[in-house]
């Protein structure tokens, strides 16, 4: 007699989330998510730019019924190039580059909609807050309350497996580790995507596109004093950058990163780029529509990633600065490395396979966090002795685990 299957209970419907859902779903699990958001993402379109690795690449294309439509929403970025940029002479001089990167950008909520259209619409419960959850005795089961945000009622849910994909400000993680706190990186991220579908041959399109060749295939890190800024174009013509201010901690009011900002901090960011940066990028910055601000935050690698039934992944498990192009590679990774675990025990040894998953992800994810860390504060000339990551490059490719990260 074939075992029961096991039930999954998915909290929170981004990246991660969606990306349990598939490998969980392949591994025989029935699985149930809950968001709090009111519907899925790409009905408003939000979020900016990403970048795939090969082997996050060939998980998703896995999933999908469609492989291609992977290809097909992607730009390359074969190259990685690192420059520096001389805020007085503003010119730009290449520091590294590496000509055999093999990434892809993508706009995230085209990602999201992808992984989230090939999955059944059942499977999702949106408007749902996640309030609590309690483990039977035996660990064996467990019970989730939830908020209907839109009604208020509250609703129970039960499962065999609570898989906490919350995110870096994890409530899940906080009921297990109510000390650990968030570590403030020293800065904040100016993030905007410039939409030039239909103005391809504006001043502005040729201007960028005559001091960035490249663009099109490469993921730009532009060096100034004390700053840097990221920059690269996404699919539908539009031009992704994100640029990172050192500034003390801001208050976060909310369960957000992003801040909420005023016309006068854009003005004020608008004026700094022209100081520091080329007039090209200075004035794409300017053109962008409603540029947004994220703190950015990391956290001391975690000792476990799993309590009885409780499974930590993405942000919840590992939040980490952007650095390392890492967040979105290893939420896909971890949801991977999971569905394989659990496929391979079974529902009735649960336990077991917590552990491999444990076992397998938990060095990968601790050494990338940690160089991610080195490699953001050498970027923004701040502090960088003692922090873990052993040999430093500017490249990408010398991140621990670059170019593979084992699987099962
Ligand atoms: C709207 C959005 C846009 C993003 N855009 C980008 C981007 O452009 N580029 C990039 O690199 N990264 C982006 N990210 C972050 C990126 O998704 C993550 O860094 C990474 O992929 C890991 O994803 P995650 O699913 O672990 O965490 P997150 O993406 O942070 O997702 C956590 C999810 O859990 C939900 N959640 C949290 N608490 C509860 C609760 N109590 N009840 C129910 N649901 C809850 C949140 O609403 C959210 O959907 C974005 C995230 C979001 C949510």
Redesign the pocket.
Known sequence: MGEKKGKAII???????VSCAHSLTLAGWDVLV????SEP?ARSP?????GLDPQARQIIKSWLPRPHLLDEITLPLSIDQNQATDSEKKVTSILTRDEDFDFRAS???DI?TLLFNALPQSMFLWG????SFTMSQDESSVKVK?LVMETQETVEFQGDLLVA???????IRKTFLPDLKLRFSGYCAW?GVFDFSGSENSEIITGIKKVYPDLGKCLYFDLGEQTHCVFYELFNKKLNWIWYVNQPEPDLKG?SVTLKVTQEMISKMHQEAETIWIPELAKLMRETNDPFLNVIYDCDPLERIFWGNVVL????AHPTT?HGVR??N??ILDAEVLGKCLEKCGPNNLSLGLEEYQRIRLPVVSEQVLYARRLGRIKQGLDHEGIGGGGFSLEQRNMPFFSCAPLV
């Open positions: 909290v929170g419907g981004s990246i991660a989330g809950i968001e709090k958001s993402p939000t979020g900016a730019g990403l706009y995230w909520s999201h749902h807050k996640f309030l939830t994909a919350d995110g870096c400000l994890s409530s993030r369960n992944v993405g942000d919840a952007p967040s979105t290893m939420s």
